[in-house]
C-alpha cells in the first residue's frame, strides 16, 4: 500500500462549485498535513498547513483532517476558473527528509 | 517564487554526459532540496541539505550527487546522465520547518 494515496482525476467542474479534493495516508505517525497548489509549468505553492485533526479555513479554502480514518480533504468554495490547477496533498512524518507528496488532482474550473 | 533561482530552466543533453542544475536562494534558508516530478509519480525527494556541506540522500538518490559549499546555492549533479532521468527538477528551500516549502520554478531535462 502506498503510503499516501490521491485521485489524479482529472476533476472538471462549473464555476461556483464547492470542489473536494481528497488523500488518504497508510502512517499513523505522519503529524503535519499540506496542501500544495502548482499551475502549469510552475513550481508549487503552499496553500494549507495543519498539524491537528479538525478543520483550517483560509478564505474559500477548508483544510479537513481525520487522523482516526487517515483521511484529509481540502474543500474550495465558489470555485473560480483561476483555481484551475493541479493540487497536491504532502504529509510529513516529523523527521528532516520525511515529507511524502501525493501524486496531485488536476482540477479545471470552467467559466 | 519565494526568492529561489533554478537554472538552466530547459536543458537537452545526451546519454552519458554529466549535468549540473543550479539552485540559488537569496532567502537565508538553511534546508534546501532537490525533487524530481514524474506523471504516475509525483514529487520525490533526491537528495537534501541541512547546512553548509551537510547533504543527505533522498528517496530516489541513485546516480545523482549534490554539493552546498555556500548557504545560497545547492548544485544537483547527474555524473553520467541516462533517459530514465528526463523528468523535471525543482530546488526547494524551508526555514525551520520541512514542511512550509518554497518551490523554485523547475529545470526540466530531457536526456537522449
Known amino acids: 500500500q502506498k503510503e499516501v494515496e490521491q485521485d489524479p482525476g482529472p476533476l472538471s467542474v462549473p464555476e461556483g462549485a464547492i470542489v473536494s479534493l481528497n488523500c488518504t495516508y497508510s502512517n499513523s505517525a505522519f503529524q503535519y498535513f499540506m496542501w500544495y497548489r502548482q499551475y502549469s509549468r510552475k513550481g508549487p505553492e503552499l496553500l494549507m498547513y495543519?498539524?491537528?485533526?479538525g478543520n483550517k479555513e483560509d478564505g474559500r479554502f477548508t483544510a479537513q483532517v481525520d487522523k482516526s480514518s487517515k483521511y484529509i480533504s481540502l474543500f474550495i468554495r465558489d470555485s473560480q476558473p483561476s483555481d484551475s490547477a493541479t493540487y497536491l496533498c504532502?504529509?510529513?512524518?516529523?523527521?528532516?527528509?520525511?515529507?511524502?507528496f501525493g501524486k496531485g488532482t488536476k482540477l479545471s474550473v470552467k467559466p | 517564487d519565494a526568492g529561489i533561482t533554478q537554472s538552466p530552466r530547459h536543458k537537452v543533453t545526451e546519454t552519458g554526459t554529466p549535468v549540473t542544475l543550479r539552485c540559488h536562494q537569496t532567502e537565508n534558508h538553511r534546508y534546501m532540496y532537490w525533487y524530481r516530478q514524474d506523471p504516475g509519480h509525483g514529487l520525490r525527494l533526491i537528495h537534501y541539505?541541512?547546512?553548509?556541506?551537510?547533504?543527505d540522500k533522498g528517496e530516489v538518490s541513485d546516480g545523482y550527487s549534490v554539493s552546498r559549499s555556500k548557504t545560497e546555492d545547492f548544485l544537483l549533479t547527474l555524473e553520467s546522465a541516462t533517459s530514465s532521468q528526463t523528468s523535471v527538477y525543482f530546488c526547494?528551500?524551508?526555514?525551520?520547518?520541512?514542511?512550509?516549502?518554497?518551490f523554485g520554478s523547475g529545470t526540466q531535462l530531457s536526456v537522449l
Open positions: 495543519t498539524y491537528s485533526s
Open positions: 526547494a528551500i524551508s526555514g525551520i520547518k520541512e514542511e512550509k516549502l518554497f
Open positions: 541539505s541541512y547546512g553548509v556541506k551537510d547533504t
Open positions: 504532502a504529509i510529513h512524518g516529523g523527521s528532516q527528509g520525511n515529507l511524502i
